[in-house]
């Protein structure tokens, strides 16, 4: 079964940091750029970051420029999203992507709740 499950979501005041998690199953996980997105209430989902299949950046929001980093780990089918200096405004479901390098095919976590309290 294909799946990306987030993980590490929860309450974190500003300022703080957070690290959260999206493992991978039931596809070849090294074929996929991955990328965290995140969709505040009442707004549309946005892309935070994304890398490539060899780990490069693709994509930097500049709201996160200098707070966030993003990062895969292909042994573990892991990629990860290091969130540092965290503010309310940062307040969202994150979500993981993967969108597959030649069949462009996207698969998405469940999301996982993100809160930071001011």
């Known amino acids: 079964e294909v799946q990306l499950v987030e993980s590490g979501g929860g309450l974190v005041q500003a300022g703080g940091s957070l690290r959260l998690s999206c493992a991978a199953s039931?596809?070849?996980?090294?074929?996929?750029?991955v990328g965290w997105f995140r969709q505040a209430p009442g707004k549309e989902r946005e892309a935070i970051l994304c890398?490539?299949?060899?780990?490069?950046?693709?994509y930097i929001a500049d709201f996160v420029k200098g707070r966030f980093t993003i990062s895969r780990d292909n042994a573990k089918l892991t990629v990860y999203l290091q969130m540092n200096s965290v503010k309310p405004e940062d307040t969202a479901v994150y979500y993981c992507?993967?969108?597959?390098?030649?069949?462009?095919?996207?698969?998405w976590g469940q999301g996982t709740q993100v809160t930071i309290s001011s």
């Open positions: 992507n993967a969108e597959g390098q030649y069949t462009k095919t996207q698969r």
């Open positions: 039931g596809f070849t996980f090294d074929d996929y750029a």
């Open positions: 890398i490539t299949t060899t780990d490069s950046s693709a």
